[in-house]
Nanobody
Framework: QVQLVESGGGLVQAGGSLRLSCAASGRTFGSAAMGWFRQAPGTEREFVAAISRNGGTTYYANPVKGRFTISRDNAKYTAYLQMNSLKPADTAAYYC???????????????????WGQGTQVTVSS
């Protein structure tokens, strides 16, 4: 079993920055590709960013490319999402997820992730 706990959300003005953290416990963290997703009220959960097991490969959704950076520290069992130049459209609950499939490098498909955190709210004011 794996537990994922997100933190770092909050209220920020447009143009500001936040750093989300995802602390993992349970199975070996370095065996999982990690992803960040977000969901705004009344919308479907959408992919934000993903990172491979060793951190060497990353993948971003177009709306966040160039503004968000995903990273991980396998020794600390933690994944991060650095969010810069935030926009009101980034307002959502943000979720981290772990994919333990041996075939995955980076994964944008929510249905293929094995474990999810409870989410952290990010609100960007204009």
């Amino acid at each position: 079993q794996v537990q994922l706990v997100e933190s770092g959300g909050g209220l920020v003005q447009a143009g500001g920055s936040l750093r989300l953290s995802c602390a993992a416990s349970g199975r070996t963290f370095g065996s999982a590709a990690m992803g960040w997703f977000r969901q705004a009220p009344g919308t479907e959960r959408e992919f934000v960013a993903a990172i491979s097991r060793n951190g060497g490969t990353t993948y971003y959704a177009n709306p966040v490319k160039g503004r968000f950076t995903i990273s991980r520290d396998n020794a600390k069992y933690t994944a991060y999402l650095q969010m810069n130049s935030l926009k009101p459209a980034d307002t959502a609950a943000y979720y981290c997820a772990a994919d333990y499939s041996k075939w995955s490098v980076v994964n944008a498909l929510a249905d293929e992730y094995d474990y999810w955190g409870q989410g952290t709210q990010v609100t960007v004011s204009s």
